[in-house]
């Protein structure tokens, strides 16, 4: 019988994880959420089902992200939701272990690295190679990495935002700020308790984000109905939201990633400062799809910021083009085991 070994690429977010098999392009996005029994500890439901139980569970379930800002939080729950992805990617009944790259923020430190091979071992894989995500994404946002010449680009995630310029398929200069989608959430949950005395979960502060949220206070503001717990009655309520609401509650965030953007900029080599200006700075990850993002970052820099295609996606297809090509990005991966 034909042993033959698969390829996966694996954008292990703190809020969604995406697996991309070269051939068949993404084949899996659902949230790194999972859910465990507390009696005695089996994995009850990962991914989509484990996120429909977040806020919702019994004394006797709780539903959990075990990654951080980036990082792995919880090692043994994490190798289980890395299993589940795996097998879903590529069939619980193989002959095989796939080799498997998984894109990590930039500023992780090698433990952390390490913690993120042994972890993706332990789930199946035969061979576990590690990427910088803001490479990942600019190889999935189609920039020519191994030219001579400065490409920046941002990955705003769900636990991190990663700025960095890239020439010769290296990162020349980068920061990267424990600042990203979650803490967005954070923050208007938090405001519209201020300001309404009310208590909403983590999921309707999502839900607000996606739907009025704008990185700059709209001319044609926007409103949405919330439901949460009146935090002096306890009883339920609604209170009306608008897009004003949100902007001010993540101005504070919003500054973290701009500080960390200028900062990058400020250290450019001067030959690649003048490339960037001309090209442009590439925002990608679920976090740029906030409105106004782009031209929020190209405000406070005063260079051209734009989305790449499919944001979401870019980490993930930059997992799988650089597995696909290892021997032309291996100076642009940190390390393999």
Same mark, same amino acid.
């Given at each position: ?20 098999? #070269?051939?068949?392009?993404?084949? $899996? =996005? ?7 029994? $507390? =009696? ?57 272990? #796939? ?5 990590? #923020?930039? +500023?992780? %430190? *090698? ?34 990495? +191994?030219?001579? *010449? ?22 020349? %200069?980068? /920061? ?5 989608? =979650? ?14 005395? $009310?208590?909403?979960? &983590?999921?309707?502060? &999502? ?6 949220? *704008? ?24 209170? %009306? ?5 949100? %902007? &001010? ?19 450019? #080599? ?13 925002? *990608?990850? +679920?976090?740029?799809? $906030?409105? =106004? ?8 820099? +005063?260079?051209?910021?734009? /989305?790449?295609? &499919? ?27």
């Amino acid at each position: 019988m034909l042993m033959f070994t698969k390829k996966i690429g694996i954008d292990l977010g703190t809020a969604n994880t995406l697996v991309f098999v #070269p051939g068949r392009g993404i084949v $899996l =996005n659902e949230p790194s959420v999972v859910a465990i029994s $507390l =009696n005695d500890k089996e994995i009850l439901a990962v991914g989509d089902e484990a996120k429909e139980m977040l806020g919702r569970t019994p004394d006797t379930i709780v539903a959990s992200r075990p990654l951080r800002e980036g990082v792995i939080a919880d090692y043994k729950t994490t190798e289980a939701m890395l299993k589940y992805f795996i097998n879903k990617a590529v069939g619980n009944i193989r002959l095989f272990r #796939p080799e498997v790259m998984v894109a990590v #923020p930039a +500023g992780i %430190t *090698s433990t952390e690295r390490r913690a993120a091979i042994d972890a993706t071992i332990a789930a199946g894989a035969k061979a576990a190679f590690i990427i910088k995500e803001p490479i990942a994404a600019a190889i999935g946002a189609n920039i020519p990495i +191994g030219s001579a *010449s400065g490409h920046m680009i941002i990955d705003l995630g769900g636990g991190t935002s990663e700025m960095a310029v890239i020439s010769l398929g290296g990162i020349v %200069t980068n /920061t990267s700020v424990r600042i990203g989608g =979650n803490r967005f959430d954070s923050a208007i949950s938090e405001h519209v308790r201020r300001k309404y005395n $009310l208590a909403i979960g &983590e999921r309707s502060a &999502e839900d607000i984000k996606i739907g009025i949220g *704008s990185a700059l206070y709209l001319q044609k503001k926007m409103s949405m109905e919330v439901r949460g717990r009146d935090m002096i009655s306890g009883m339920p309520r609604t209170v %009306t939201v608008s897009s004003d609401d949100v %902007t &001010e509650a993540i101005q504070a965030e919003l500054e973290g990633i701009i500080s960390s953007v200028k900062s990058v900029l400020q250290s450019t #080599p001067p030959e690649l400062s003048a490339d960037v200006i001309d090209k442009g700075i590439v925002l *990608s990850g +679920g976090s740029s799809l $906030l409105r =106004n993002m782009d031209r929020l970052i190209a405000q406070a820099t +005063g260079v051209p910021a734009y /989305t790449a295609d &499919e944001p979401l996606l870019c980490v993930a297809k930059g997992t799988g083009v650089a597995l696909e090509n290892l021997e032309s990005y291996k100076r642009s991966i940190l390390a393999t085991s």
